[in-house]
C-alpha cells in the first residue's frame, strides 16, 4: 500500500485531477477513475494494443505505463478522435470497408492508425502493415483493417487538397 | 394508384439478402461506445479474482486465508469448504463429468482455481491474492495421455469405486482410472478386412497440437444479487446465454424466472466463451454473500492456462485404395486428451463431437472411428475453436490422410481429391460413418480452384524450382497447399443434439410496429459475426420491410426468446432459418390483412418484394407498411390486432458447407521461415446473405487457420508448467504476417434451410489449417517427407529440412 500520488493529467482536451497509487496502472486510471472505456485490454504485457491511447504524439500502450508515468501528459483516447458529429475519417473508412468485427481491437486500432497517417501521409500496404503490426485483430484477418487505412489515407489527402 | 419507383429500386431499398449491406454495428465500435462485460460499472461493485496453483498434481495440505483477510479492501475469500454447505464446490460440466470450482483436496493442473478473493477493487484483490497461503504436497504429474493409460498414478480419485473399480463414465465402460470413454462410429470389421485386402494402405500418425481460441477480450462476469426482489442479474462474456441461465438455476437452485442473463458486446469468442467456468459460479456466490454485484474478468494467463482449451488429438489411421486410387476404407484412431475434468463442449450424445466427419468429402464405402477420451495433468476445455464440434480435428485428419495415400501411390493429390468426391447426384448422400450429407457440388468447386490458380503451371514451376535447388541455384523451396473441405454444422437436430439435456433449436421473435419498423430478438448471440446487420437483411428479404428499420436484439434472456447460443456455425443455420420462418409467419398474416384491405378473396393477392399486389393487378396493392398500420388501427373482422410472430426452429438436418482452397508458399530451407506467396478460398456456404460479411468471416478464418498450422500452441513441460501462458509465447499473428486472400465462390444452397443458407464463420479454419500445413509438407515431399507434426513454426520447418538432410 504505497503513498497516493497527486496526478494532473489532459484526456480528451479535459484536465483531470486526482490521487492515485503510483503503481496503477494508466488503463485503469482511463477505464475505471475516467470512465473512458474506449481503450481495452487484451494482454496486459503490451502485445495486443487494445489500450493504445496517443500521448505526447506518440502511440502508447496504456496497459503497461503506470499512472505516475504519465503525470502531466496530454493523452488522446479513441473518444478524443471522433464523435456522431465529427467523425474521422478512419472511423468512416473501418465501417465502410469492413475493418472491424468484433469490435475490441477497433479503438486501439483507430487510434494508432491517426498516428500512423499523421507520420507518413501516404504509406504503403507494407508500411500500413508494419507500422500497425503492434495492434492485435483476432477477426478481419487484417486485410480489410489495410484497406480502410489506405482509404483513409486517401481520403484525408483529398480532403487536404481541397482546402489548399 | 401508381407507383414512380420501379420493382428493381424497391428491392434495393430493402437492403436484404444477397448484398453488401454495411454492419449497424461499427458506429458504436469505431467511436469506442461498445459495451462489453468489464465496461460495466455498477455502485458498489466488487472484484474477484482466484488464487491458482502453481502445480499441475498436488494435494492441497492446508488453505490459511489469514493474512489475505486482512489487506485493506478486502472482503473475503471464498475456497472450496465455503461452497461446499451450498453443493458448489463442484460443478456438471457440459460433456457429463463434474469439475472442481475451487480446489476439492487436491488440483489437477497448473492455473486451477483454489480460492476466490473478493476485494474493492482489482489492486486490493491482487493484494489478497499475494497473501493467501496455500501448502501443497506434489504429486506425479501426467502430461502424456499415451502415460496416463499405463500410469498407477489416479488422477480422478473421485471416479473410483471401492475396490478400485471403476464406474461407468458419462459415455458408458472405462478401460483405466485415467480413461474417460470409448467412442464408436462405422463399422470395425468390415474396415479391417477391406484394408487386409487392399491394394495399398497408407498409414499415419499425427499429432493436432493443443491450442487456444484466444480471443481479445478474455473470459469475464458480473453477478448483481438483488436480496430485495430475489433476482439475479448475470452479464458476462457467454455464447450461450440461455443455456448459461438454466445451469445458473440448475446449479445454484434459484428459480429460472429470477436469474436474468446478458452477453453484452462479446469481444470474440471462437469456442472459449461457450463453457460454464468457475469465475461464473464464485462470482455469483461471492454476491449472494456480499450482498454486492462482483466482477470477475480473467486475466491474458488465466486465459490461456486455465479455459478451454482445443483439439490435442493423437490420430492413427489407415487408408486403403485400389492401384488406381479410389479409396476403399478409412480407419481412424484417436486417442483424447481432455485434462483434468472432461469438460468438452460437445452435444451429449457426441463425446468426441462431429469427428465422425472424417471421412470428409470423399466416396469412402466403409470406415471405423474408435476414439479414446483420457485424463491428464492439464486444463480442462475441449472446445471447438472456430469449428462445429472436432470438425477441424476431422477435416485435417482425411486431408493429410489423402496426401500421404498420394505419396503412397506416387499420383497426384489434387486427381486423387478428384477421383474419390462424392459426386453431385450423389446427395443427399449418406457416409459410411453416419451423416446424412445434404447437397454439394465438389467437382464443379474444385475445377474452379484449380483453374483459378493454374494449377498445372505451379507444378510445373514447382518442379523447377525442385531442379534448382538441387543444382545449388536456390535455398529456396516451394510448396502448394491443397485442401477440400466438408464442414458439418448447425447443430442440430433436436432428434440427436442436446447440450446437458437442452435440444439444440433456435428461435426469433418479431413485433413489428404501428409504422412499419420492426424489432426481432434471437436465441443466439453476436461475437463480431455482425446479427444485427444479416439477420435484418433476411427478414427484410421475407416481410417487405426495409433492413434500416428492423432492429436486432440478442443475449438479454429476459427478453430474447429461448436459444442454444452462437457456436458451431449454427447461428445462421439455426436461428437464421427460425428469422426466416417467423418472418413468414408474419407474412400470411399480413396477406390476410392486405385482402381485406383489397377487398378480395386472401388467395388472391400475392407477395412482391414489399407489398401484397392482386394477382394479375398489380397496379392495386397494399405496401407492408400499411399493412403493419392497419394491423393496429383497423378491427378486422377474424383477425387479432397486432403484428407478430415467433419461431422456434428444430432444423431437420445440418447443413454442410464446403470449400476448395490452394495455398502457395515459398520456404526458406535454411531459417526455415515460409512466406505465404498466394491463398486462393473457394467457400460454398449455400445462399449467401451478405458478401462482404462473408468475404470477412473468410479473411479472419483463414487468418487464425494460419496461425494454429504455423506456430500457436498451448505447449506443456514435463511438470505441467504450461510454457506458451502469454502473447510473447503464443502465436497470433500480426498485419505483418498474414497474406492477402483471395475469396471465390460456388452456390450450392441447403435443399432444407428455409433460405438455402449453411454458415461459413468456421469454414475457413476447418479447411484453412490442412491447406497451409499441406503446403509446408508439399515443400518437403520431393525430398521424401511424408508428415511432419503442426505447429509448423520456423524452428520445426528448419528441423524438417534438417532431417531430410537439406542442410548438408
Same mark, same amino acid.
Given at each position: 500500500?504505497?503513498?497516493?500520488?497527486?496526478?494532473?493529467?489532459?484526456?480528451?482536451?479535459?484536465?483531470?485531477?486526482?490521487?492515485?497509487?503510483?503503481?496503477?496502472?494508466?488503463? *485503469?486510471?482511463?477505464?475505471?477513475?475516467?470512465?473512458?472505456? #474506449?481503450?481495452?485490454?487484451?494482454?496486459?504485457?503490451?502485445?495486443?494494443?487494445?489500450?493504445?491511447?496517443?500521448? %505526447?504524439?506518440?502511440?502508447?500502450?496504456? !496497459?503497461?505505463?503506470?499512472?505516475?508515468?504519465?503525470?502531466?501528459?496530454?493523452?488522446?483516447?479513441?473518444?478524443?478522435?471522433?464523435?456522431? $458529429?465529427?467523425?474521422?475519417?478512419?472511423?468512416?473508412?473501418?465501417?465502410?470497408?469492413?475493418?472491424?468485427?468484433?469490435?475490441?481491437?477497433?479503438?486501439?486500432?483507430?487510434?494508432?492508425?491517426?498516428?500512423?497517417?499523421?507520420?507518413?501521409?501516404?504509406?504503403?500496404?507494407?508500411?500500413?502493415?508494419?507500422?500497425?503490426?503492434?495492434?492485435?485483430?483476432?477477426?478481419?484477418?487484417?486485410?480489410?483493417?489495410?484497406?480502410?487505412?489506405?482509404?483513409?489515407?486517401?481520403?484525408?489527402?483529398?480532403?487536404?487538397?481541397?482546402?489548399? | 394508384?401508381?407507383?414512380?419507383?420501379?420493382?428493381?429500386?424497391?428491392?434495393?431499398?430493402?437492403?436484404?439478402?444477397?448484398?453488401?449491406?454495411?454492419?449497424?454495428?461499427?458506429?458504436?465500435?469505431?467511436?469506442?461506445?461498445?459495451?462489453?462485460?468489464?465496461?460495466?460499472?455498477?455502485?458498489?461493485?466488487?472484484?474477484?479474482?482466484?488464487?491458482?496453483? @502453481?502445480?499441475?498434481?498436488?494435494?492441497?495440505?492446508?488453505?490459511?486465508?489469514?493474512?489475505?483477510?486482512?489487506?485493506?479492501?478486502?472482503?473475503?475469500?471464498?475456497?472450496?469448504?465455503?461452497?461446499? +454447505?451450498?453443493?458448489?464446490?463442484?460443478?456438471?460440466?457440459?460433456?457429463? $463429468?463434474?469439475?472442481?470450482?475451487?480446489?476439492?483436496?487436491?488440483?489437477?493442473?497448473?492455473?486451477?482455481?483454489?480460492?476466490?478473493?473478493?476485494?474493492?477493487?482489482?489492486?486490493?484483490?491482487?493484494?489478497?491474492?499475494?497473501?493467501?497461503?496455500?501448502?501443497?504436497?506434489?504429486? +506425479?504429474?501426467?502430461?502424456?495421455?499415451?502415460?496416463?493409460?499405463?500410469?498407477?498414478?489416479?488422477?480422478?480419485?473421485?471416479?473410483?469405486?471401492?475396490?478400485?473399480?471403476?464406474? $461407468?463414465?458419462?459415455?458408458?465402460?472405462?478401460?483405466?482410472?485415467?480413461?474417460?470413454?470409448?467412442?464408436? &462410429?462405422?463399422?470395425?470389421?468390415?474396415?479391417?478386412?477391406?484394408?487386409?485386402?487392399?491394394?495399398?494402405?497408407?498409414?499415419?500418425?499425427?499429432?493436432?497440437?493443443?491450442?487456444?481460441?484466444?480471443?481479445?477480450?478474455?473470459?469475464?462476469?458480473?453477478?448483481?444479487?438483488?436480496?430485495?426482489?430475489?433476482?439475479?442479474?448475470?452479464?458476462?462474456?457467454?455464447?450461450?446465454?440461455?443455456?448459461?441461465?438454466?445451469?445458473?438455476?440448475?446449479?445454484?437452485?434459484?428459480?429460472?424466472?429470477?436469474?436474468?442473463?446478458?452477453?453484452?458486446?462479446?469481444?470474440?469468442?471462437?469456442?472459449?466463451?461457450?463453457?460454464? *467456468?468457475?469465475?461464473?459460479?464464485?462470482?455469483?456466490? &461471492?454476491?449472494?454473500?456480499?450482498?454486492?454485484?462482483?466482477?470477475?474478468?480473467?486475466?491474458?494467463?488465466?486465459?490461456?492456462?486455465?479455459?478451454?482449451?482445443?483439439?490435442?488429438?493423437?490420430?492413427?489411421?489407415?487408408?486403403?485404395?485400389?492401384?488406381?486410387?479410389?479409396?476403399?476404407?478409412?480407419?481412424?484412431?484417436?486417442?483424447?486428451?481432455?485434462?483434468?475434468?472432461?469438460?468438452?463442449?460437445?452435444?451429449?450424445?457426441?463425446?468426441?463431437?462431429?469427428?465422425?466427419?472424417?471421412?470428409?468429402?470423399?466416396?469412402? +464405402?466403409?470406415?471405423?472411428?474408435?476414439?479414446? #477420451?483420457?485424463?491428464?495433468?492439464?486444463?480442462?476445455?475441449?472446445?471447438? *475453436?472456430?469449428?462445429?464440434?472436432?470438425?477441424?480435428?476431422?477435416?485435417?485428419?482425411?486431408?493429410?490422410?489423402?496426401?500421404?495415400?498420394?505419396?503412397?501411390?506416387?499420383?497426384?493429390?489434387?486427381?486423387?481429391?478428384?477421383?474419390?468426391?462424392?459426386?453431385?447426384?450423389?446427395?443427399?448422400?449418406?457416409?459410411?460413418? %453416419?451423416?446424412?450429407?445434404?447437397?454439394?457440388?465438389?467437382?464443379?468447386?474444385?475445377?474452379?480452384?484449380?483453374?483459378?490458380?493454374?494449377?498445372?503451371?505451379?507444378?510445373?514451376?514447382? &518442379?523447377?524450382?525442385?531442379?534448382?535447388?538441387?543444382?545449388?541455384?536456390?535455398?529456396?523451396?516451394?510448396?502448394?497447399?491443397?485442401?477440400?473441405?466438408?464442414?458439418?454444422?448447425?447443430?442440430?437436430?433436436?432428434?440427436?443434439?442436446?447440450?446437458?439435456?437442452?435440444?439444440?433449436?433456435?428461435? !426469433?421473435?418479431?413485433?413489428?410496429?404501428?409504422?412499419?419498423?420492426?424489432?426481432?430478438?434471437?436465441?443466439?448471440?453476436?461475437?463480431?459475426?455482425?446479427?444485427?446487420?444479416?439477420?435484418?437483411?433476411?427478414?427484410?428479404?421475407?416481410?417487405?420491410?426495409?433492413?434500416?428499420?428492423?432492429?436486432?436484439?440478442?443475449?438479454?434472456?429476459?427478453?430474447?426468446?429461448?436459444?442454444?447460443?452462437?457456436? #458451431?456455425?449454427?447461428?445462421?443455420?439455426?436461428?437464421?432459418?427460425?428469422?426466416?420462418?417467423?418472418?413468414?409467419?408474419?407474412?400470411?398474416?399480413?396477406?390476410?390483412?392486405?385482402?381485406?384491405?383489397?377487398?378480395?378473396?386472401?388467395?388472391?393477392?400475392?407477395?412482391?418484394?414489399?407489398?401484397?399486389?392482386?394477382?394479375?393487378?398489380?397496379?392495386?396493392?397494399?405496401?407492408?407498411?400499411?399493412?403493419?398500420?392497419?394491423?393496429?388501427?383497423?378491427?378486422? @373482422?377474424?383477425?387479432?390486432?397486432?403484428?407478430?410472430?415467433?419461431?422456434?426452429?428444430?432444423?431437420?438436418?445440418?447443413?454442410?458447407?464446403?470449400?476448395?482452397?490452394?495455398?502457395?508458399?515459398?520456404?526458406?530451407?535454411?531459417?526455415?521461415?515460409?512466406?505465404?506467396?498466394?491463398?486462393?478460398?473457394?467457400?460454398?456456404?449455400?445462399?449467401?446473405?451478405?458478401?462482404?460479411?462473408?468475404? %470477412?468471416?473468410?479473411?479472419?478464418?483463414?487468418?487464425?487457420?494460419?496461425?494454429?498450422?504455423?506456430?500457436?500452441?498451448?505447449?506443456?513441460?514435463?511438470?505441467?508448467?504450461?510454457?506458451?501462458?502469454?502473447?510473447?509465447?503464443?502465436?497470433?499473428?500480426?498485419?505483418?504476417?498474414?497474406?492477402?486472400?483471395?475469396?471465390?465462390?460456388?452456390?450450392?444452397?441447403?435443399?432444407?434451410? @428455409?433460405?438455402?443458407?449453411?454458415?461459413?464463420?468456421?469454414?475457413?479454419?476447418?479447411?484453412?489449417? +490442412?491447406?497451409?500445413?499441406?503446403?509446408?509438407?508439399?515443400?518437403?515431399?520431393?525430398?521424401?517427407?511424408?508428415?511432419?507434426?503442426?505447429?509448423?513454426?520456423?524452428?520445426?520447418?528448419?528441423?524438417?529440412?534438417?532431417?531430410? %538432410?537439406?542442410?548438408?
Amino acid at each position: 500500500m504505497s503513498r497516493k500520488m497527486h496526478i494532473t493529467m489532459t484526456v480528451n482536451g479535459k484536465e483531470e485531477e486526482f490521487l492515485a497509487e503510483p503503481r496503477e496502472l494508466l488503463i *485503469y486510471t482511463l477505464r475505471e477513475r475516467l470512465n473512458i472505456t #474506449g481503450p481495452h485490454i487484451g494482454c496486459e504485457t503490451s502485445h495486443c494494443g487494445a489500450c493504445t491511447v496517443t500521448i %505526447g504524439g506518440k502511440s502508447v500502450k496504456a !496497459c503497461t505505463m503506470f499512472v505516475a508515468q504519465a503525470d502531466g501528459a496530454d493523452i488522446t483516447t479513441i473518444e478524443g478522435i471522433g464523435g456522431p $458529429d465529427d467523425l474521422h475519417p478512419l472511423q468512416t473508412a473501418f465501417k465502410e470497408h469492413h475493418g472491424l468485427q468484433c469490435g475490441y481491437c477497433t479503438p486501439g486500432m483507430i487510434t494508432r492508425a491517426t498516428k500512423l497517417l499523421e507520420e507518413n501521409p501516404n504509406p504503403t500496404e507494407e508500411e500500413i502493415r508494419f507500422g500497425m503490426a503492434g495492434n492485435l485483430c483476432r477477426c478481419t484477418g487484417y486485410q480489410n483493417i489495410v484497406k480502410s487505412i489506405q482509404a483513409a489515407a486517401a481520403e484525408m489527402a483529398a480532403a487536404k487538397e481541397a482546402a489548399e | 394508384m401508381k407507383d414512380e419507383v420501379t420493382r428493381e429500386e424497391r428491392i434495393d431499398n430493402l437492403k436484404g439478402m444477397g448484398c453488401s449491406r454495411k454492419r449497424v454495428e461499427d458506429a458504436r465500435f469505431t467511436q469506442g461506445k461498445g459495451n462489453y462485460v468489464d465496461d460495466i460499472k455498477l455502485d458498489g461493485m466488487l472484484f474477484g479474482d482466484f488464487v491458482r496453483t @502453481p502445480y499441475a498434481h498436488a494435494r492441497i495440505v492446508s488453505i490459511n486465508t489469514e493474512e489475505a483477510m486482512k489487506v485493506p479492501g478486502v472482503l473475503a475469500v471464498l475456497t472450496a469448504a465455503d461452497l461446499e +454447505p451450498l453443493g458448489l464446490h463442484w460443478m456438471p460440466t457440459l460433456a457429463g $463429468d463434474k469439475q472442481m470450482v475451487l480446489a476439492d483436496g487436491k488440483v489437477l493442473f497448473q492455473g486451477q482455481e483454489v480460492a476466490f478473493v473478493v476485494a474493492e477493487d482489482r489492486y486490493a484483490a491482487a493484494d489478497g491474492i499475494e497473501l493467501v497461503e496455500v501448502e501443497y504436497e506434489e504429486l +506425479p504429474v501426467i502430461v502424456d495421455p499415451f502415460e496416463a493409460l499405463q500410469s498407477d498414478v489416479v488422477l480422478r480419485e473421485d471416479l473410483v469405486g471401492d475396490g478400485g473399480t471403476l464406474p $461407468d463414465g458419462a459415455h458408458g465402460p472405462r478401460k483405466h482410472h485415467n480413461h474417460i470413454f470409448t467412442w464408436e &462410429a462405422g463399422d470395425k470389421d468390415p474396415t479391417a478386412e477391406v484394408i487386409a485386402e487392399a491394394d495399398v494402405v497408407a498409414e499415419e500418425s499425427m499429432y493436432y497440437h493443443r491450442t487456444h481460441p484466444c480471443p481479445l477480450e478474455t473470459c469475464g462476469c458480473v453477478a448483481s444479487m438483488d436480496k430485495v426482489n430475489g433476482k439475479l442479474t448475470l452479464w458476462g462474456t457467454f455464447q450461450a446465454p440461455h443455456a448459461i441461465r438454466t445451469v445458473v438455476s440448475l446449479i445454484s437452485g434459484i428459480e429460472e424466472h429470477n436469474i436474468r442473463v446478458i452477453s453484452p458486446d462479446i469481444g470474440g469468442g471462437f469456442g472459449n466463451k461457450v463453457g460454464a *467456468y468457475p469465475g461464473y459460479v464464485c462470482s455469483v456466490v &461471492a454476491s449472494i454473500v456480499t450482498g454486492k454485484p462482483v466482477k470477475w474478468i480473467e486475466d491474458r494467463m488465466d486465459n490461456l492456462m486455465t479455459t478451454a482449451f482445443a483439439r490435442d488429438y493423437h490420430m492413427t489411421g489407415k487408408i486403403a485404395a485400389t492401384k488406381e486410387g479410389k479409396i476403399t476404407a478409412l480407419q481412424c484412431h484417436v486417442t483424447a486428451d481432455h485434462g483434468g475434468f472432461d469438460a468438452c463442449a460437445d452435444p451429449t450424445k457426441f463425446p468426441a463431437g462431429f469427428m465422425n466427419i472424417c471421412t470428409g468429402s470423399y466416396d469412402i +464405402p466403409t470406415a471405423y472411428l474408435e476414439v479414446d #477420451g483420457v485424463y491428464t495433468n492439464k486444463a480442462p476445455g475441449g472446445v471447438s *475453436y472456430r469449428c462445429s464440434f472436432r470438425v477441424t480435428e476431422a477435416v485435417y485428419f482425411i486431408e493429410r490422410m489423402i496426401e500421404v495415400l498420394a505419396i503412397e501411390l506416387n499420383m497426384d493429390a489434387a486427381e486423387l481429391r478428384r477421383i474419390n468426391f462424392i459426386k453431385k447426384e450423389q446427395f443427399p448422400y449418406k457416409a459410411a460413418l %453416419g451423416w446424412e450429407y445434404d447437397s454439394g457440388d465438389y467437382h464443379t468447386a474444385w475445377d474452379k480452384a484449380l483453374k483459378a490458380v493454374d494449377y498445372d503451371g505451379l507444378r510445373a514451376e514447382q &518442379a523447377q524450382r525442385v531442379a534448382d535447388f538441387k543444382a545449388g541455384k536456390t535455398r529456396s523451396l516451394m510448396g502448394i497447399g491443397l485442401s477440400f473441405f466438408t464442414e458439418i454444422v448447425g447443430a442440430g437436430p433436436v432428434k440427436n443434439c442436446d447440450i446437458l439435456g437442452l435440444g439444440m433449436f433456435d428461435s !426469433c421473435e418479431i413485433r413489428i410496429h404501428p409504422t412499419g419498423s420492426a424489432i426481432a430478438r434471437l436465441g443466439t448471440i453476436s461475437q463480431g459475426q455482425g446479427h444485427a446487420t444479416t439477420f435484418a437483411q433476411i427478414l427484410a428479404s421475407e416481410i417487405g420491410l426495409p433492413a434500416d428499420s428492423i432492429t436486432i436484439e440478442e443475449g438479454d434472456t429476459d427478453t430474447a426468446p429461448y436459444g442454444l447460443g452462437t457456436y #458451431g456455425s449454427r447461428s445462421t443455420p439455426v436461428a437464421g432459418a427460425a428469422t426466416a420462418m417467423a418472418g413468414r409467419k408474419i407474412r400470411a398474416k399480413a396477406q390476410m390483412i392486405a385482402a381485406y384491405l383489397l377487398e378480395v378473396h386472401d388467395n388472391d393477392v400475392e407477395f412482391d418484394v414489399d407489398r401484397f399486389v392482386v394477382k394479375g393487378a398489380p397496379e392495386q396493392f397494399k405496401t407492408m407498411k400499411e399493412i403493419a398500420f392497419a394491423a393496429y388501427n383497423q378491427a378486422i @373482422p377474424g383477425i387479432e390486432p397486432g403484428l407478430e410472430a415467433v419461431s422456434y426452429y428444430d432444423p431437420p438436418n445440418m447443413t454442410y458447407p464446403f470449400g476448395a482452397y490452394v495455398c502457395v508458399m515459398d520456404i526458406d530451407v535454411d531459417t526455415g521461415v515460409p512466406d505465404i506467396r498466394r491463398f486462393y478460398a473457394l467457400d460454398d456456404c449455400g445462399t449467401r446473405i451478405n458478401p462482404m460479411i462473408i468475404e %470477412g468471416q473468410v479473411h479472419g478464418g483463414l487468418t487464425e487457420a494460419l496461425a494454429v498450422s504455423l506456430g500457436q500452441e498451448i505447449a506443456y513441460d514435463d511438470m505441467g508448467n504450461v510454457k506458451t501462458g502469454t502473447l510473447m509465447d503464443f502465436f497470433l499473428p500480426t498485419a505483418w504476417e498474414v497474406p492477402n486472400y483471395e475469396t471465390d465462390h460456388t452456390v450450392t444452397p441447403s435443399p432444407h434451410h @428455409p433460405i438455402g443458407a449453411k454458415g461459413v464463420g468456421e469454414s475457413p479454419h476447418v479447411g484453412g489449417v +490442412p491447406c497451409f500445413s499441406n503446403a509446408v509438407q508439399d515443400a518437403f515431399r520431393p525430398f521424401g517427407n511424408r508428415h511432419t507434426n503442426m505447429p509448423h513454426d520456423h524452428w520445426r520447418i528448419w528441423k524438417t529440412a534438417h532431417d531430410l %538432410g537439406l542442410h548438408d
